[in-house]
C-alpha cells in the first residue's frame, strides 16, 4: 500500500528517476515537495575509485504550480567525495539537468514553460512572477536563459526578405535613472516580423548587421523602408544600393503633423503671448487638427473652423492643416507613374513665399525626399508597409519598459515579434 501511495505520487510529480522523500503542506504557501535522484554513482568519475556521500545540500527550486498552487521542489543533492585523497577531482555535487539547470533557481520544465508564456504569448514577468509565486528576477533571468538559445539556434528564423525596414525605437533601462535608450529594429516589412534589434538609432549597429549576412540573402531585398532620417538612408546607400529606398507613409504623416503643430505653438505665442492654456482656441483645436480629415464629423469640422476663426488671425495654422492634408492625400491615390510628379508639385507649391515657414519646411523635406516618399505607391503593391511595420513596433514597445539592459530587451523582443520556431525550444538546453 505505501509503495503503491508513492508511486501515485511519482507519477503526478512527473520527473524521471526520483524518489518522493515527502510532501510539506505550509497552508497559503508553496506545496515543498523533498526529492532525491534514484540512480547515482558510486566510482569517481575522474579516477574509478569508491566514492562516498560527505554531504546532503538542499537546492530548492521553482516549479509549476500544482493543483492551483505554486509549488517549490526541495532537491537533496549527494555532495561525493573521492576516497582517493591525492585524487583531484577530491569532491562534487551530483546533478541533472532533466530536472534543472545548475545555474537556474527554477527547474527546467518550468523554465521552458515560463519561456513560452512570456516570449510568445506575451505574458508579463509579473504575472508569471505571481502564479509561480516568486521574484521578477528569477523569472526574467529563465527567459532570457532559455530565450537567448532559442534565439540564436532557430537558424532558419530569417529566411527570405524583400522589404526590410529599419526603425528606431525606444525602451527604458531599469536602473537608478530609468534612462531611455534607443534601439533599431529591423523588420522583414511584408511577413511583420521583427528580424532583429540592434542599439542606437546611428547607421553603425545595423551596417554591421548587414556586414554579417551573406551576400545572396542580401541580394533579394528590393525595397528598403525607413523614416526620413539620415542614418538609416546611409545604411541602405552603402550596404544596400541597390534597393528601392521607400519612405513610410506613417512618418511622412507624422513629419506633416509635426510641422502643423509646430505652427500652431508659434501662432498661439505670437497672438497670445503665452504658452497654450486650456481655454485658448488654439490650444483647445489642438486634437482636431491632427486628426485625419474624413474622421472629423460635422460637429468635429465646425469646431475646428470656429476655433480656428478665433485663434488664427493670419491663416497660418490653417494653411498648415491643408498642407498636412494635402500630404495624406499623397497616398490614397495609387498611380505610381504620376506618384512622384505629384510629390514634386506638392513640394513645390509648399515652398511658396506666402506660405508659413512651417509649411515651407514641410515643402523642402517633401523634395529632399521625393524619391523615396513616390517610391512607396509602386512598393505597395506588397500591401504596404505602413500597418504591419507600425503595429510591430507597437507590439515590442509595449513590452519595453522595465529591462536591466539591452540584451534582456532584444531577446524578449525577438521571441515576441521575431517569430522563433517554438517546437525548437523542448530540445535546447539553456545557457
Ligand atoms: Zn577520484
Known amino acids: 500500500m505505501e509503495s503503491n501511495a508513492t508511486r501515485v505520487c511519482e507519477i503526478l510529480l512527473g520527473l524521471p528517476a526520483v524518489n518522493i522523500l515527502g510532501v510539506e503542506d505550509v497552508q497559503d504557501e508553496s506545496l515543498r515537495i523533498h526529492i532525491e535522484c534514484t540512480e547515482h554513482t558510486s566510482t569517481c568519475r575522474e579516477c574509478g575509485s569508491q566514492v562516498h556521500i560527505k554531504e546532503r545540500p538542499v537546492v530548492e527550486l521553482v516549479d509549476l504550480p500544482a493543483f ?12 561525493w567525495e573521492c576516497s582517493i585523497s591525492t585524487c583531484p577531482v577530491k569532491t562534487w555535487t551530483e546533478d ?10 527554477m527547474t527546467d520544465r518550468s523554465g521552458r514553460w515560463i519561456t513560452e508564456q512570456i516570449g510568445r504569448y506575451a505574458r508579463s514577468v509579473n504575472e508569471v512572477a505571481h502564479e509561480l509565486g516568486c521574484d521578477w528576477h528569477t523569472i526574467n533571468s529563465a527567459v532570457i536563459a532559455y530565450g537567448t538559445v532559442l534565439v540564436d539556434e532557430d537558424t532558419c528564423r530569417i529566411g527570405v526578405v524583400s522589404a526590410l525596414g529599419l526603425d528606431e525605437t525606444l525602451f527604458f533601462r531599469l536602473g537608478e535613472w530609468h534612462t531611455l535608450q534607443w534601439a533599431t529594429c ?11 534589434l540592434v542599439e542606437g538609432r546611428t547607421a553603425k549597429a545595423p551596417s554591421t548587421w548587414l556586414k554579417q549576412r551573406a ?3 542580401k541580394q533579394q531585398i528590393r525595397y528598403g523602408t525607413m523614416d526620413l532620417s539620415g542614418p538609416y538612408k546611409s545604411v541602405f546607400d552603402t550596404e544596400l544600393s541597390h534597393v528601392i529606398q521607400v519612405a513610410d507613409p506613417f512618418h511622412v504623416i507624422k513629419h506633416a503633423n509635426s510641422k502643423l503643430d509646430e505652427c500652431r505653438r508659434r501662432v498661439q505665442n505670437a497672438t497670445l503671448e503665452h504658452r497654450g492654456r486650456k481655454a485658448d482656441p488654439l490650444y483647445r483645436c489642438r486634437r482636431l487638427l491632427t486628426k485625419a480629415k474624413e474622421r472629423l464629423d ?13 485663434g488664427d488671425p493670419d491663416g497660418e495654422v490653417a494653411t ?8 495624406r492625400a499623397l497616398y490614397v491615390h495609387t498611380d505610381a507613374k504620376l506618384a512622384l510628379e505629384w510629390v514634386e508639385t506638392l513640394g513645390k507649391e509648399l515652398q511658396g513665399k506666402e506660405k508659413p515657414i512651417e509649411v515651407r519646411s514641410l515643402g523642402r523635406t517633401l523634395i529632399r525626399w521625393r524619391k523615396q516618399i513616390a517610391a512607396w505607391h509602386e512598393s505597395q503593391v506588397t500591401n504596404g508597409p505602413t500597418e504591419s511595420m507600425n503595429n510591430l513596433v507597437k507590439r515590442v514597445k509595449r513590452g519595453a519598459f522595465g529591462f536591466t539592459n539591452f540584451v534582456n530587451f532584444r531577446i524578449r523582443s525577438l521571441l515576441y515579434a521575431g517569430r522563433p520556431n517554438w517546437s525548437l525550444l523542448k530540445t535546447l538546453t539553456p545557457r
Not at 541533472?96 to 533557481?105: G, K
Not at 460637429?299 to 478665433?310: T, Y
Not at 498648415?320 to 500630404?327: H, R
Open 68 to 79: 492551483g498552487r505554486p509549488v517549490r521542489l526541495i532537491w537533496h543533492k549527494r555532495r
Open 186 to 196: 529591423l523588420v522583414d516589412v511584408e511577413a511583420g516580423t521583427l528580424l532583429d
Open 298 to 310: 460635422d460637429k468635429g469640422r465646425e469646431k475646428l473652423l470656429g476655433l480656428l476663426k478665433a
Open 320 to 327: 498648415a492643416w491643408q498642407a498636412k492634408e494635402a500630404v
Open 96 to 105: 541533472n539537468p532533466r530536472i534543472a539547470s545548475s545555474r537556474l533557481s
Open 215 to 217: 551576400a545572396s540573402w
